[in-house]
């Protein structure tokens, strides 16, 4: 069986190491980064944690498989009758059977200013960016924020500001400036953090960060974002560091083929019950319409399930029909503490941080063998240098 998947997230990179597992299979993985990203470490590496956590190259994860081609070339194009994709490099690569898994991009939603002068931890391009930021004012202008803004209270945004202060201090003391009172605030358009979670866990999570000292403002609209300030229901708030964690949009290849897909009202494609988007073609992950999309633990649940409904119709085998799970949710907020929830079940403290390592480590072990999952999931404890060459950085502050 020839396979071709678009996209080395979760859901690409998880179908390929399930049908790989049959020798007779033959899989062309296409990607658009050489590297797969674990986005639950991402805040981690923002805040001064080892880069190894958030990032394995495809070719370590694929080195002993040798009916895997990896081809690094963002696809652009999708020809269904011709079963033919067309990648940015202009090559071209027909497939049998295709799983598109390409993941999501940011969106600003809009908002004035935000592409220019916000930063963001979503890629290892934005982490650098981020950290030059701080390296150019704190080590070669000598001066720091009073004020550190994270835009979005979902997981990711709670996530790193939770995580901030403590990484300020650090750098504080590592490039040796003096000792003043700097303020974490996070903004949230929705009227409580984690609005996606119970209220329960989210009034938990609050009182936690508010704990950690940041300045947690709920039901705040963000306007518009200048040079040094952060327009929010009409009042400045005074910062060069913005920090952008909120907004996703599906990938933009959907809407450059938009001919040959039916797109849901958020911008996700219609997939039918075996999760097929159209003839030969599948849609899992961030990008398919279903009731957890955007976890990563959906996206292996989809990975999973397609790879094997895959075998089956090759085996000649009645196809099973996609069932949505809902997975468990656990959020870190500051060190030895985290939010659990999965359906009526919630708590809070030590234990479910204890939880989210050890899911960390199941989901390392999902995508490297054993020996190599424990390595990178150790580098979680790893804090590393943040110091940068002496060059002046793309500002963001000074256009």
């Known amino acids: 069986m020839k396979v071709t998947i678009v996209g080395g997230g979760f859901g690409g990179v998880k179908t390929a190491l399930e049908l790989a597992k049959n020798k007779k299979n033959r899989i ?16 981690g590496t923002a805040t001064g944690r080892s880069h190894l956590q958030s990032w394995v190259p495809l070719g370590t994860i694929f080195a002993d498989m040798p009916n895997v081609d990896v081809i690094i070339d963002p696809i652009i194009k999708i020809d269904p009758v011709a079963k033919m994709l067309t990648g940015s490099s202009k090559q071209t690569y027909g497939y049998n059977l295709l799983v598109l898994a390409l993941g999501t991009v940011t969106t600003y939603f809009g908002i004035k200013g935000l592409d220019t002068y916000s930063y963001g931890i979503k890629s290892a391009e934005e982490i650098r960016d981020l950290k030059q930021h701080l390296y150019h004012a704190m080590f070669e202008e000598r001066t720091f924020e009073k004020e550190y803004v994270v835009i979005g209270a979902g997981p990711t945004g709670v996530e790193l500001a939770s995580a901030m202060r403590s990484y300020i201090e650090r750098l504080r003391v590592d490039y040796r400036l003096p000792k003043k009172r700097v303020r974490i605030t996070l903004v949230e358009a929705a009227p409580r953090v984690l609005p996606r979670m119970s209220e329960a866990s989210s009034r938990r999570v609050e009182k936690r960060l508010k704990r950690l000292g940041v300045h947690v403002l709920t039901g705040q609209k963000v306007e518009e974002q200048t040079a040094d300030s ?16 909120s907004g996703v949009a599906n990938s933009p290849f959907y ?9 849901a009202k958020n911008g996700k494609i219609v997939v039918d019950e075996h999760m097929r988007a159209f003839k030969d073609v599948h849609v899992i992950g961030d990008n398919a319409y279903t009731p957890y999309s955007g976890l990563a633990q959906t996206a292996l649940h989809d990975a999973l399930f397609v790879a094997r409904n ?26 030895n503490w985290a939010a659990f929830e999965w359906h009526k079940l919630r708590f809070s403290g030590w234990f479910a941080a204890f939880l989210r390592s050890c899911s960390d480590m199941i989901g390392y072990s999902d995508i490297l063998p054993l020996g190599q999952a424990l390595g990178v999931w150790r580098a979680q404890k790893v804090k590393e240098d943040d110091y940068f060459p002496p060059t002046t950085p793309k500002s963001k502050n000074k256009a």
Request: aromatic share 12%.
């Open 310 to 335: 895959l075998e089956r119709k090759q085996a000649g085998k009645k196809r099973k029909l996609y069932s949505a799970r809902l997975p468990p949710v656990v959020v870190p907020v500051g060190e």
């Open 230 to 245: 952060l327009i929010v229901n009409g009042k400045p708030i005074k910062s060069h560091t913005v920090i952008w964690t």
């Open 255 to 263: 809407q450059a083929n938009a001919e040959h897909f039916v797109f």
């Open 28 to 43: 062309t993985l296409l990607s658009d980064k050489p590297d797969f990203q674990y986005y639950p470490a991402l805040y």
